[in-house]
């Protein structure tokens, strides 16, 4: 009866990896099927991304892994107080592929636009609050859902779209109404996240800080500042934080 027993589990396990290799998704959930079949390339080393807006233009800094407005962002960004909207100009910090974005409305009632790249060995960014897009961007936002509402969730974009390098992505950043009178109503700033997805990050090693930080945007992302030249991350540091309860305080930037 054992032996019966024993060749009835070696056959069922036999044929679970015959499909899985054949037909995973039949078998698996596809979250499991993900993690099996993900393999990235390597990653250039070093791996320096471009800066992906004018520095000399920024005033202050958005720091990723920190509570702002009530709420945890694990992007970072860009203020520029002394600037319009339509003055800031957004490009690709390296080459990757388009692979999901979204437009929404703003309380202004002006549209704002979020757009996810993905490089082959595993990492990931995400720009928000772009407002004009170049027309390459324009065309592939065309076809994401309007909500009525403040609802930035993304949709999938299939087939990928490849950018390169310094491509210009935006050339109008932010809200040209509702912000301070002094800063004659423009609200001008760009989300920028970086995501490491070949494994987790420092902080997601406190199971104490997971409980906190369920989501896996949170548990991927990174500094950017260590993923920009040296240069450029000495002038970020140099500039102030663009969130005055928070300040410089980062679960990722130490």
């Known amino acids: 009866m054992k032996k019966i027993l024993l060749g009835i589990v070696i056959g069922?396990?036999?044929?679970?990896?015959?499909?899985?290799?054949?037909?995973?998704?039949?078998?698996?959930?596809?979250?499991?099927i993900k993690q099996l079949t993900k393999s990235y390339e390597e990653c250039p080393d070093p791996f320096i991304f471009m800066t992906p807006v004018d520095l000399?233009?920024?005033?202050?800094?958005?720091?990723?892994?920190?509570?702002?407005?009530?709420?945890?962002?694990?992007?970072?960004?860009?203020?520029?107080?002394?600037?319009?909207?339509?003055?800031?100009?957004?490009?690709?910090?390296?080459?990757?592929?388009?692979?999901a974005g979204a437009r929404y409305p703003a309380d202004t009632g002006e549209l704002q636009y979020t757009f996810d790249f993905s490089h082959p060995c595993g990492i990931r960014y995400r720009f928000g609050h772009l407002l004009t897009l170049s027309p390459k961007f324009q065309k592939i936002a065309e076809k994401f859902p309007l909500p009525k509402g403040l609802d930035s969730r993304t949709s999938q974009v299939d087939p990928p779209i490849k950018v390169k390098q310094g491509e210009?992505?935006?050339?109008?950043?932010?809200?040209?109404r509702g912000g301070p009178s002094e800063l004659k109503g423009f609200n001008t700033f760009v989300d920028w996240g970086v995501y490491d997805y070949r494994q987790k990050n420092n902080s997601s090693k406190d199971p104490?800080?997971?409980?906190?930080?369920?989501?896996?945007?949170?548990?991927?992302?990174?500094?950017?500042?260590?993923?920009?030249?040296?240069?450029?991350?000495?002038?970020?540091?140099s500039l102030q934080s663009s969130d005055y309860q928070s300040g410089k305080t980062s679960d990722y930037c130490k």
């Not at 210009?168 to 040209?176: C, F, P």
């Open 12 to 32: 069922f396990l036999i044929f679970i990896i015959l499909a899985v290799i054949h037909d995973p998704e039949k078998i698996l959930p596809l979250r499991q």
């Open 56 to 99: 000399k233009k920024v005033t202050s800094i958005l720091y990723p892994g920190q509570y702002r407005g009530g709420n945890y962002k694990a992007h970072g960004g860009f203020r520029f107080d002394n600037s319009r909207p339509d003055e800031i100009k957004v490009i690709a910090p390296y080459d990757a592929e388009v692979i």
């Open 168 to 176: 210009v992505i935006a050339t109008a950043v932010g809200l040209t």
């Open 208 to 237: 104490a800080w997971i409980v906190k930080h369920p989501y896996e945007i949170e548990q991927y992302a990174v500094c950017w500042f260590d993923w920009i030249s040296p240069d450029d991350k000495s002038v970020v540091l």
